[in-house]
């Protein structure tokens, strides 16, 4: 192992060591001056520092990379990756945008401070290229997310949720910890390649097996996938929205893409390529069956929800089904397609997160009986949830609509004789039309239904323009998806 | 300019939909300038149309759009596709002319409405699947907002049935859509391109039924048609009259444009079936329209049974047959316009019922004798009188019918009959009721007939008697067309 | 060939009537209703006679053709022409139109209406007998329809509604049923002008297009001709009609309001025989040859139970809507014999054009003096005030002799007595069908003497006897009335006594239709 020159680190994870300043200039700068202003200013001091903050860094992302020689064994640099952290900053940025209008703690430095931990976790799953920094990146994430959903406390179920996302999530960091201690045991190597190379053409060992299962089953918690699930409706509901969207598009973005390269990288060769008729070998049928599970319980649940956010989380779940059948494609566009549909993915469900905020801060329920008569209290935030949902239930021009397109043309692109992934393909195809109709539900109260309520409001100023970015970004990249897919599949290929 | 029938569409929408201080009756004008442009462009594509020339798709329109999917922005049009443009011009032009009254939420309306519209015309013009695909989506929406916002008789179960029964359809589109660009090689979705791939006959085995009635779900195929008349039963008669008018005809027109010009083996092998249930849609349509109370339904029942000889003019595959069936698109279109204009707008409106008991009762022919003429005609166009267009449609559909499967000709002849007992019926019940001549009148007068609303019916029903006169005025577009190579495989298997 | 499209305009002329009246009648006093009603039907007539002036009589083509094309994909073009036969009918229609209009109700509610719907039907008629495509020849056959339904319909007896839809509905059925069979003729011919499909049904090449060109699975191509025929049948069938496709007939023909009535029997029926002659023998003579028998029993069936069922009625208008039954299926019954026999030589020439020219009068002489019965059935239901029974009347002879006389003139035209003009069209039938199949026509006379017992008894309960003290104050014709029985009774007998006056108009056709069939040139 060659020693490590971390001059040469530092420049590589500039992106990555402007955020961590932030997270702490944010800190101090609350504590040192902050602290006497109304929660408001400190919001906004707060939040101007780190807007800076994200933007150099994206700044640096932006720039080029340096040549990461030497590096390799423990970071991937450039290319999707930096798509997905340009990503992942944006959804991030926007999720603590909302949050400045969100009740949701007096503890704002901390706040901020978290959140950008977390964020840096979060690149580092993006750029992580050895086991033991996937897995310490992944625990920072978490953790902070643990402390994010407690923070909100003077919401009840706050901290039951918290407490189960944190025993669960414990519960699936020892997984993973397992599993990849048992793929190192079984190659002995922690770097991606070298496993790799170690796993060239042989067939999987037993010990390897355990170790992809246990694997699968930590990443099932983090993308809560069925029957991993279980925390997720609690932690959405409980969460306040800011953080809730922040579970739900930016760590689902980080894991996703992380969980894709291990599996397409790291175990490509034992994986049982989608390609491979034959279901003898590999996980690739570990993961359908998930895939499968996802997809059905996720929408058939979701029909029966009455809270918004509940709504949300089961359809995320059904969402992850989605996503994994992408996994199962070829790889480049199986990527690439994966990486499309969780940013606009995020995009949508930040936005609907924000507009969750904007009625539960104005009629104190996240009921989708409170949406009734939004559309004259708030015409324009309105319009936005339309697009958010129909864009959540894939209905073309709006993004979620090329991303499932685009995730099933990978799917069957790996192969059209592959009977497995075009049932899957079948399945995820029919249960979109079954979500239809509980996303219709919700747009059915905020267009149809008639409200008593119905005086014209203005909504915060800050949570519109959000609301409307978000907006923008999901039919925009639903219409020129090119703007992100071209340079991913070329990145990628 | 043959783009413009979409863009102007759209940009009405938003027009009605964004533009601050809109009054109601600014937006009517906004919707109807709209329309009349998009009915202009059309016909001034019909006059600029080159009949003799070789190449039969003119007017294209060619961008890449996501190159990595060979998914291309590739707009066109031939004889087929103008009919129904102009069709959809026609529709937009009345539609909007018999939704002259609505008050509540009128930006909104036409917003959809136009929306609506644009869908339309962007199917009939797509010579791209995904991009045909994504305008086949986007026409879905509205549909639901029209009926459950403006609808009436149990309007949210139509409208949630309809757009998921649509929805349905569409997403067995999208599974043959997906593997039809699999198999030819995922490198590109023209129609222009897919054609030139001679697709295998197994995989045309399964691909064309799953594809076909994806389609013909929205074309009313029996069984899967229940969705149609309770959703133009609910809704609102501009929305109705569109509904049936052109909605319906996005089906078959889909059908035509790709399972059928793609799979010509796969039509061979279920071309009986279909045309079974064509016919039996046809008479179980006009059976079911005898028996109905609610004069709405019967108009609606008679919907599936008109759509049927559509089908069955396809299933003839003769040149014969499918310009019949194309014939019927229009005719179909322009008489169910006209019935749902006279039953929803010009009876119900004014006397808010529909039960032919009660109008029976209120001797509708002395006080509505503009209503009353209007529905003579188009009922006895309907009913297959020569004459109209709906005559010399179904005339070519028989022809067809008779060469290939003569004894579904018989049955469809029984169908006709069945269909002047139940226009009979109706008209004679709702208009010529028995006290007419000798009960005094105390009902109170009912408001008489709007100018918009004779202008569009005169509009429709000279646009049914010129086709049925003037048959030329069509056909001319329509057989150059179906006799070029693209129809080739199709007209001779 | 004419540069005037005279035929054409002959067409739309009525309608033009129909479009005048429809948009200006709300103002018209219902005088004025009626007198518009005679400009249009008078001006078709001044049409019709030049028509017939400019006919050369010496020739059986067809003439003042008119041909453009229409719809080409479909190979359809616009062709008119009259023969003697349409002249005939058409010159039936000019004179039974005016009838009918006189014979209005005047203050009936909406005369406008009322008139031009008998204008539009008159387009109907005129449109059907001219038309030489079978695509257009439908158009009008179907459009005659909907002001026949809308007159019932809306003018008619008590009863009206359901006669109404049953005339439309039975009608259509068959109406269907003819469409059906010409579009299979299309689909395996690719044409629909008559004489081009009797041109091929004659050598042959239309059973070999059949044959090669409908998709039937096993079934022997003899038995398609035979559906096909069965189909186009079912529509002159229920048309005119024939035994068992009557039923809707004595409903109808009681309800309808005398004028349509008129119409009905006088021109509508007409329209089923003339398909017959024009349409359905010389396409489908060879299969009509493989079922002539039961077809000729089909037709002893009309004529002998209507005339038994006209026995039975006491409804004069019931009485005479069998009478009508009966008297076309003479009609029925030459046709039939016409194409019951195939050996094709100069004696069968002779004896076929005996029959068809038979069935020609008939079509015309039944015209005139049903129309003319059922005018004067008007008149007395008018008097009446709707009694119509045929034991309510009596010694109406004393009362009203010129309405009496009219009356027993034309009931005994209509049950045949020499001299008048039923008389010839029948004896030529007889003469024709008897010499070319025997048993037919001699059961056959059977019915006219039932027609003979229960005219008879027409006249003895209605006209003579005694009277019946109801009708003391029974008026007698006025001048109006006149004005229609007068021509009616000159036409009977001039026709009766110089039937060649009629018969130069269609004899030369007839031939050429003999020699269309296979006949002797």
Sequence with gaps: MTPVDYSRLLLLLAPEMILVITALAVLAADLIWARDLKDRNRHTIAFSITLFGSLAAVASLMMGTPDPAGATQWLTLGGATTTVKIGLIALT????A??????????????YLLTLLATVGMLFMASANHLLLAFIALELVSLSFYILVALYRHHKPAAEGALRYFLLGGVSAGFTLFGLSFIYGATGSMAFDQISQQLDGSPPSPLLIVGMVALV??????????????????????????????????SKLASFYLFARIWTVVLADVAGRGADSSLSAGWLILLAILAAASLILGNVAAIAQTSLKRLLAYSAIAHAGYILIGLMGEQADGIAAVIYYLVTYGLAIVGAFALVLLVEGSDGSDQITAFAGFHRRYPLESFCLLIFILSLAGIPPLAGFFGKFYLFAAALKSGLASNLLFALVVLAVAMSAVSLYYYLKVLKQAYVVPSPNTARRRSDPVLRVVVILMAIGVVALGCFPDILVGDLVADLK | MLSWTVYSSFIGAAVCALWPNLSPTGTRRVALTTALIGFLAALVCCFQYDVDSEQTVQFITEKAWVPSLGIGY?????????????????????????????????????AFFLTLIGGVYGVFISFDLFLLFVFYEIAIIPKYFLIAIWGSTRREYGAMKLVLYSFAGSALVLIGLLATFVEAGATSFSVLELIKHPFPRDFQLWAFPVTFIGFAILAGLWPFHTWAPTGHVAAPTGASMLLAGVVMKLGAYGALRFPMTLFPMGLAAWRDEIALLAVIGIVYGATVALVQRDFKFVIGYSSVSHMGFVLLGLMATSEVGLSGAVLQMFSHGVLASLLFAVVGRMVYARTHTKDLTELEAMQLARRLPFAAGTFVVAGFAGMGMPGFSGFIAELQVLIGAWNTFPSFAVVAGIGIIIGVTYTLRAMTKAFFGEASEFADDPAPPLTSITGPEKIGAVLLITATTLVGLYPRILLDLIVPSLNSPMFKPLLEP | MNSFPLISFLTILPALGTVFLWSRGRHMSAHGVQRTGYLFSGLSFLVVAILGLQFDTSSGELQAVERYDWIPTLGVEYAVGIDGLSLLMIGLTALLVPMSLRAADPTCARPHHFVALVLLLQTGLIGTFTTLNFFHWFLFWEISLIPAFFLIWTWGGPNRRSAALQFFVYTFVGSIGLLLAFLGLFAAT???????????????????????????????????????????FLGVAVKVPLYPFHTWLPTTYSEAPTAVTILLTGLMSKMGVYALLRLIVPIFRDQMLLVATPLLFLAVLTIVLSAFAAYRQEDLKRVFAYSSINHLGYCFLGVFALVSGSAFDSSWNAEAAAAVNGVVLQMFNHGIVAGFIFYLVGRLEQRSQGVRGINDFGGLRERAPQFATALGVALFASLGLPGLNAFIGEFLIFKGAFALVKWAPAIATLGLLITAVFLLGVIQKVLTGPLNPKWQDFPDLNSGERSIVAPCLVIMLLVGLFPQLLIRFFNASTLRYLAQLGGLE
């Excluded at chain 1, 940025?93 to 603590?96: G, I, V």
């Design chain 1, 93 to 96: 940025l926007s999720a603590l």
């Design chain 1, 98 to 111: 909302i949050s400045t209008r969100s009740p949701l703690t007096s503890h704002i430095g901390e706040l």
């Design chain 1, 217 to 250: 089953i930590g990443f099932g918690f983090k993308i809560a996938a069925v029957p991993m699930h279980l925390w997720a409706p609690d932690a959405y509901q409980a969460a306040a929205p800011p953080v809730g969207a922040l579970i739900a598009s930016a």
């Design chain 2, 74 to 110: 590739l707009l066109g049009a031939d004889g087929i596709s103008l009919t129904l443009v102009l069709l959809t011009g026609l529709a937009a032009i009345t539609g909007t002319l018999f939704s002259w009254n609505i008050e509540t939420r009128t930006r909104e309306f036409f």
């Design chain 3, 190 to 232: 690719g044409t629909f002008d008559f004489a081009t499909l009797a041109e091929q049904a004659r050598d042959g090449s239309l059973m070999s297009s059949l044959a090669s060109n409908l998709a039937w699975a096993d079934i022997p191509i003899r038995w398609i001709g035979l559906i096909l025929f069965a189909l186009a």
